[in-house]
């Protein structure tokens, strides 16, 4: 496992392939417009892990402060290591880069929910000592 950084408007074919990895179909100019955004947002942050010049993971982050703990916090609103890839540390590595990153910021938290579907990333973020601290409720609107 290599670099990690920002991913950019060029990297939108390989953002777009991850996302799809989480079941997240989007064509191409959303994805242009989802990193613009996210690159203009001083809260957002979408990153790119790669082997040599090759994408293999993808992160994103938003920063906020959570009002009820009165603190600053980190979410991780996708988290995927390519399929053909997985178990070779880039997922470990990707989390490890949000640590420091809300740390830098001051977050005194990380967190990322999942689907109730997802049974194995859910035994991986315990393995790599995250807690499942509570429940996600959603109205769609």
């Known amino acids: 496992m290599g670099l990690i950084r920002t991913a950019t ?6 953002v777009q392939s991850l996302l799809a990895q989480l079941g997240y179909q989007h064509p191409l100019d959303a994805v242009v417009e989802l990193l613009k ?5 001083d809260n957002s942050l979408c990153l790119l892990a790669f082997d040599g010049d090759r994408p ?7 920063f906020f402060f959570y009002f009820p703990a009165a603190a ?3 979410r ?11 178990g070779q540390g880039v997922g ?6 949000a640590q420091e990153l809300a740390k830098g910021r001051g977050c005194k938290a990380l967190e990322l929910t999942t689907s109730l579907s997802r049974t194995q990333a859910q035994a991986w973020y315990e393995a ?4 499942r601290t509570s429940y996600r409720y959603c109205i769609s609107l």
């Open 92 to 97: 470990k590595a990707l989390l490890q880069k």
């Open 128 to 131: 790599q000592g995250m807690s």
């Open 72 to 74: 600053l916090q980190c």
């Open 37 to 41: 955004r996210s690159e203009k947002d």
């Open 9 to 14: 408007e060029q990297d939108a074919t390989a």
């Open 76 to 86: 991780i609103t996708a988290l995927v290591t390519d399929e053909h890839c997985r």
């Open 56 to 62: 293999v993971g993808l992160m994103s982050l938003l």
